[in-house]
């Protein structure tokens, strides 16, 4: 092989070796990561799943905040479901907003899912998965965050909140969120 | 008598299902479930059982029996989970590249490994054709021993 092509061949080379190096680079600093008990919690507006129009996190500020992520085709989310809205109901007169969150579902059972459950706080719509794994970092459902009035994160609970682990801490949760 | 005849017939048509909502239908389940993604898994339909997936192969089955095109159904669900439920990227934008870099990558090495053997063969013919230069001595040296000979 002459010279002037052995160098090109071996710049090519370089050049697939650096770009997959990129690339590596660049998916390991991409990765999402739950937000810290602490932390703001990340903004988004979505689609509601019932009614029209959206909801936007930031409205609520001011507000404490139960954000729970959930799906249809989710076992432990149908349990959970029903834990969740009669907390709505004991919470909402103390000032409490509940979101839930639908992820990666199909509309139509999502619906049905909160008709069958008599679930009537706010839901919106994240089919594709942007706020719900890009930036509050659930990969499994159900995960339940409650955040304060200042709009900072004051609990994370991957797993539902009826688990006996669980039960107990949200409600410590909600309690700090409504002195926050 | 005739309720039960008419209750008999509603519980045929709703067991007949969808199959029967669709005598032609446009697309089939087993061609989608290599098209379409599971959301959760990251793996195409047919390589899933995740639930999630489950409940998409429901509602392509379900289109599929109410006589929907792959079109229609891959739209509906861009539509509820974005552009990244589809197996392939779209043939336009940015997303062309998947498409054409790849074969660029395949044509351009191709050409370089032809290139590559061109000139190494050119090399080899030259080398076998021309002969042999011999240096001032040598040749010196030759001539000599040629003339004793005569």
Redesign the interface.
Known sequence: ??RP?KL??QL?ALGAVLGLLALLVWRVTHQTHAPKVGAAAPGFTLARLTGTGSLDLAALKGKPVVLNFW?????PCKSEARVLEQAFQRYRKQGVAFVGVDF??????ARRFVSVHGLTFPMVQD????VTSGRYGV?QVPETYVVGRTGKIVMHIAGPITSPSFAGEFRRAVAVALRS | MIVRVLAVAAAALALAGPAAACAHPKTSLSYLEGQIMC??CHTTLDQSDA??A???KR?IAKRIGQCWSTKQIEDELVG?????ILAAPPHKGFDLLAWWLPLGSVIGGAG?LA??VW??SR?RESDAQEPAELDPETERQVDEALARLD
Request: one cysteine or more.
């Open positions: 092989m002459t092509l090109t061949a090519l799906a249809s085709w989710c076992g990666h579902d199909v509309a139509g059972d089919g594709s998965g942007d990969s | 959301p959760t639930a999630a489950q409940q998409i509602e509820n989970f974005g552009q990244g370089l290139l590559g000139r190494w090399t």
